[in-house]
């Protein structure tokens, strides 16, 4: 059964980091792509990041680049994501995402806010 859980969430400043973690298990993480999306009150869930299982390829989205970093452990079964100057259009609940079969974790809040 596949499970994400993410956690890691909470409330910063702006300009502020955070880092996002998210559990994987029931499959086998190393292989398979994984993204990170959010979703915004009253707006749709869109990508974040997205890493590859079997090479290192990587998307962002353009609001992202040079300021989040998707990265995974596959030994431990984790994806990460690596938030830095966070700015309050950045506040959204961010999920975990394994891209083949549509799995999704149940989201982590996160709030940018002076």
């Known amino acids: 059964q596949v499970q994400l859980v993410e956690s890691g969430g909470g409330l910063v400043h702006p300009g502020g980091s955070l880092r996002l973690s998210c559990a994987a298990s029931?499959?086998?993480?190393?292989?398979?792509?994984m993204s990170w999306y959010r979703q915004a009150s009253g707006k749709e869930r869109e990508l974040v990041a997205s890493?590859?299982?079997?090479?290192?390829?990587?998307n962002y989205a353009d609001s992202v680049k040079g300021r989040f970093t998707i990265s995974r452990d596959n030994a431990r079964n984790m994806l990460y994501l690596e938030m830095n100057n966070l700015k309050p259009e950045d506040t959204a609940v961010y999920y975990c995402k394994r891209n083949a079969g549509d799995f999704w974790g149940q989201g982590t809040q996160v709030i940018v806010s002076s």
């Open positions: 890493l590859a299982g079997l090479n290192t390829n990587t």
């Open positions: 029931g499959f086998t993480f190393s292989v398979y792509t």
